[in-house]
């Protein structure tokens, strides 16, 4: 991402738009990083949460700078697809998580209901 930044147009507009993308490129990795460092499953789905947030914002701002011209689908376009692929990865890992976090809590509460005699 830092070397297709450094290669975009100086003008202030692109500039202000590299600013966005390399802090939203570098967040999508550092809340990766803490979602593999999670100390509990709600942690876990809140990090993998704003991962995907950061990750479907940086394709957004991509996606800006081809639709402005300030580059061509041909140097974005592989950002922008692992941009997608990484949203669509967390998403759907946050969803798994959510589910297993549920199943548990009702196998808990199973497991707390008392036992009928027969």
């Known amino acids: 991402m830092i070397k297709f930044c450094e290669a975009l147009p100086t003008d202030l507009a692109t500039q202000k738009i590299v600013g966005q993308l390399l802090d939203s490129a570098g967040a999508t990795d550092s809340n990766y990083r803490a979602t593999c460092r999670a100390r509990s499953t709600d942690e876990f789905i809140a990090k993998v949460g704003v991962a995907a947030e950061e990750a479907d914002e940086s394709k957004g701002w991509l996606e800006l700078l081809v639709r402005t011209g300030k580059t061509t689908v ?45």
């Open 74 to 118: 041909e140097a974005a376009g592989d950002l922008i697809r692992e941009a997608d692929e990484l949203t669509a990865i967390f998403v759907q890992s946050r969803i798994t998580a959510q589910k297993n976090q549920q199943d548990r809590k009702r196998m808990e509460q199973q497991l707390r209901k008392p036992r009928r005699r027969t």
